[in-house]
């Protein structure tokens, strides 16, 4: 069974410092991997995902993600944190193949950016 | 171009009763898919549709069941609610089959509150 694991619950970090968001993954085979973001009372934003190719996802308001294969990780990059970054993010896995298809999601971090 | 329509936005049921919440995707859009987000469980897939034909289910009860129409229209359905089931169920729509590298696009989520 696919599995999504982020190990903080909560993240701070001051603004205009660089913020990580970390996400370890476990899948049969090849993933698909995403980020998504959650303001209050809102759905999920998509942010990036990985496919295929370059390790180095850029994507939405300055996000980027560095797929490691031999780490299983897809860890969320900002080089500078913005207040109105605040929120719940999710790192979610697709399997490319086999019956379990469905994105499979992390159990959430909350980043705060302190001003 | 609209996003993800879900209604109603919030629902107060009684314990015993049935609910259904709808959802319209995007235009163009022929897959949908059902979460509910506790906090305590985290985002949990329901099940994922395409074309009418349901193409995946999660590990809920036979209470909960869904539907998509030829327009692609989706529902859900929950029958004999339990005070457990309240949650934000979120309906995500993706362009093409579920089980591509396409992201979703999420709508803002039904808030059930079961008393």
């Known amino acids: 069974a696919q599995s999504v694991a982020q190990p903080e619950d909560q993240v701070n970090v001051a603004e205009g410092n660089p913020l990580t968001v970390k996400c370890t993954y476990s899948?049969?085979?090849?993933?698909?991997l995403f980020w998504y973001v959650q303001y209050p009372n809102r759905g999920l934003q998509f942010l990036l995902k990985?496919?295929?190719?370059?390790?180095l996802v850029k994507g939405s308001y300055g996000f980027e993600a560095e797929f490691n294969k031999s780490q299983t990780s897809f860890h969320l990059k900002k080089p500078s944190a913005l207040v109105s970054d605040s929120a719940l993010y999710f790192c979610?896995?697709?399997?490319?193949?086999?019956?379990?298809?469905?994105?499979?999601f992390g159990s959430g971090t909350q980043l705060t950016v302190l001003p | 171009k609209a996003g993800v329509t879900q209604t109603p936005r919030y629902l107060i049921k009684t314990r015993g009763q049935q609910v259904t919440l709808s959802c319209s995707p995007i235009?163009?859009?022929?897959?949908v898919s059902w979460y509910q987000q506790t906090p305590g469980q985290g985002l949990q897939f329901l099940f994922e549709?395409?074309?009418?034909?349901?193409?995946n289910k999660g590990n809920f009860p036979g209470r909960f069941s869904g539907r998509q129409f030829s327009n692609s229209r989706s529902e859900m359905n929950v029958s004999t609610l339990e005070l457990g089931d309240s949650a934000l169920y979120l309906c995500?729509?993706?362009?093409?089959?579920?089980?591509?590298?396409?992201?979703?696009?999420f709508g803002q989520g039904t808030r059930l509150t079961v008393v």
């Open positions: 995500a729509s993706s362009l093409t089959r579920p089980d591509l590298n396409t992201e979703a696009f």
């Open positions: 979610a896995v697709r399997a490319t193949s086999g019956s379990a298809r469905q994105l499979t």
């Open positions: 235009s163009g859009h022929r897959s």
């Open positions: 549709y395409f074309s009418e034909t349901q193409r």
């Open positions: 899948v049969s085979g090849n993933p698909y």
């Open positions: 990985y496919i295929t190719g370059d390790n």
